[in-house]
Structure formats: C-alpha cells, structure tokens
C-alpha cells in the first residue's frame, strides 16, 4: 500500500515550544540582582577617568573624613578661700591753736609715698594693741608717728575698707578721734613715714588723699564750731572703748620706735618737716 504523503507549507509549519522555566529563572534573578549597571557612566579601571559617555555630575563618591577627637574639658580646680581676718586701728587728728581763730589752726599729717612715687598725706593712725582703748592707741600712735602729743575731745567717726594682703583678706576699722596738740615737735624717725607737716585747717579738703578722710576734716570742722560757741561740754561724749583683751593679726609688720621713758617735751611747734629749730 502506497505511502501518502501530505504537504505544508512554510506558514503552517510548527514553531518550536519555548523554554519557559528558563526565562523565569532569568527574570527572578535580575529582579534580585537589581537593575542593569551601566559601565559607560562610571570610570575606567585603568585611567581612573569619567568615560566619553558620561555626565559632568558623575563623580566618584569622595572618602569621609576623620573626625577630630573631642578632648573633655578637666575640671576646674576650686581656688583657694582666703582666710578672713578683722583688724582694729585707732588714729587722730592733732589741731594745734584749737581754741583761737581758724585762720591760724593747723593740723598734723604724716605723708607716705606709693608704688607710684607719689605723697599721700593721711591722718596718723595704728593698730590697737592688747590691753589699749582706742583712745589710747591714738594718742600713742599720733606720738610715734609724728612726736607730739595730744588729747583727746571727741570722736570723729570709722572708716572700715577690705583689702587682700598676704595671702588673707582683711576687713579692717580705724576709729578717728579730734586731739588738742599738748606739746612735741614734729619728727619723721617712724620708719613707715616719709615726711610730717602742719597744714592750715582749711587746706584738708585738697590735702588729704582720702575722701573718707577729707569727710572726716569736715566734721571736726563742725566740731571746733561748737567747742568755739558753747565750750568744751557741747561735744558729744566719747563712745565706749573697753581695752582690747586679745591680740590681732596684723596685715604688715611694724617696726616703731618707741620711747616709753621719754617724758613729754614742752609745748613747741615747727612749721614743716622733721626738727624744728
């Protein structure tokens, strides 16, 4: 029996089944792997340069830099607290001629030279020693630094100030009384005075260095006004001063010259510096 044999065109021949499976697999693992890299827009392994094809803004990620080590600041060491001291002092103002005319009343100064080179005229004045009022610790400051003597009338008032010296802070109170000059000469032996001098009484405003103490001028001014009109009983009474029973520190040392034997010397007065005639 003859084979019979059927024609078919080109256009009706079967196609080939596609393989399926693969291109799945393909498809999954480039979603995996990300989207397509092209190498035209990074730079070349060789050169280290930007390809033809590249854009001005594609340029190779820059390195992070290292950021400086933070240093914790040290703790600050708590300064030292000074210790506190109070220290007393007592001075006068000596006028000589207290009971005669202004015009012709003079006071005594003692004058100092600061750091600066220049005189400060001040009030005489000293620490309270043990066993001394402030009234006798005026007198007997007004003697070693000027070498006269005097009395006391009234009180003139304080003046308290703080300073540092020496490693300590000081709080210190002079009292100021008024004196009657009783005799002496004015001598400048005290090794912490520079120059003594009688200065008319109404020279102490532009004489002293210290408004406190040019304060001080104006209320004895006031006070001889009354000593003048209704006599010695109008001046207010002397505050209590119970001697000093403990000794105090004192900012600096002192080296005085004393004379407790020296009797006082009759009523003389110079005008100017150191001995008189």
């Given at each position: 029996?003859?084979?019979?044999?059927?024609?078919?065109?080109?256009?009706?021949?079967?196609?080939?089944?596609?393989?399926?499976?693969?291109?799945?697999?393909?498809?999954?693992?480039?979603?995996?792997?990300?989207?397509?890299?092209?190498?035209?827009?990074?730079?070349?392994?060789?050169?280290?340069?930007?390809?033809?094809?590249?854009?001005?803004?594609?340029?190779?990620?820059?390195?992070?830099?290292?950021?400086?080590?933070?240093?914790?600041?040290?703790?600050?060491?708590?300064?030292?607290?000074?210790?506190?001291?109070?220290?007393?002092?007592?001075?006068?103002?000596?006028?000589?001629?207290?009971?005669?005319?202004?015009?012709?009343?003079?006071?005594?100064?003692?004058?100092?030279?600061?750091?600066?080179?220049?005189?400060?005229?001040?009030?005489?004045?000293?620490?309270?020693?043990?066993?001394?009022?402030?009234?006798?610790?005026?007198?007997r400051e007004v003697a070693e630094e000027t070498g006269i003597?005097?009395?006391?009338?009234?009180?003139?008032?304080?003046?308290?100030?703080?300073?540092?010296?020496?490693?300590?802070?000081?709080?210190?109170?002079?009292?100021?009384?008024?004196?009657?000059?009783?005799?002496?000469?004015?001598?400048?032996?005290?090794?912490?005075?520079?120059?003594?001098?009688?200065?008319?009484?109404?020279?102490?405003?532009?004489?002293?260095?210290?408004?406190?103490?040019?304060?001080?001028?104006?209320?004895?001014?006031?006070?001889?006004?009354?000593?003048?009109?209704?006599?010695?009983?109008?001046?207010?009474?002397?505050?209590?001063?119970?001697?000093?029973?403990?000794?105090?520190?004192?900012?600096?040392?002192?080296?005085?010259?004393?004379?407790?034997?020296?009797?006082?010397?009759?009523?003389?007065?110079?005008?100017?510096?150191?001995?008189?005639?």
């Amino acid at each position: 029996m003859a084979a019979t044999i059927a024609w078919v065109s080109d256009g009706e021949q079967a196609k080939p089944r596609r393989r399926r499976g693969r291109r799945r697999g393909r498809r999954r693992a480039q979603r995996a792997a990300g989207p397509p890299v092209d190498n035209s827009e990074h730079t070349t392994a060789e050169t280290g340069e930007p390809a033809a094809n590249g854009t001005p803004d594609d340029k190779p990620t820059p390195t992070p830099k290292a950021q400086p080590k933070q240093h914790k600041p040290r703790p600050r060491r708590a300064p030292d607290r000074l210790r506190t001291v109070h220290e007393t002092s007592a001075g006068g103002l000596v006028i000589d001629g207290i009971d005669g005319p202004k015009d012709t009343q003079l006071a005594a100064l003692i004058g100092r030279v600061d750091r600066r080179g220049r005189m400060l005229w001040s009030l005489p004045k000293g620490h309270i020693e043990l066993g001394e009022t402030a009234e006798q610790t005026a007198i007997r400051e007004v003697a070693e630094e000027t070498g006269i003597q005097g009395s006391v009338l009234a009180a003139l008032g304080s003046i308290d100030y703080w300073f540092v010296t020496e490693g300590r802070r000081v709080h210190k109170t002079v009292h100021h009384y008024l004196m009657r000059f009783l005799g002496g000469e004015l001598s400048d032996d005290d090794v912490e005075v520079t120059e003594v001098a009688w200065v008319p009484l109404h020279e102490l405003p532009s004489r002293l260095a210290y408004a406190d103490e040019r304060r001080l001028a104006e209320v004895a001014d006031e006070l001889i006004d009354k000593l003048h009109a209704d006599g010695p009983g109008a001046l207010p009474p002397l505050p209590r001063s119970a001697p000093r029973r403990r000794p105090q520190t004192h900012s600096h040392a002192r080296n005085h010259r004393r004379d407790d034997s020296a009797q006082p010397q009759p009523r003389r007065r110079t005008n100017g510096c150191g001995q008189g005639p």
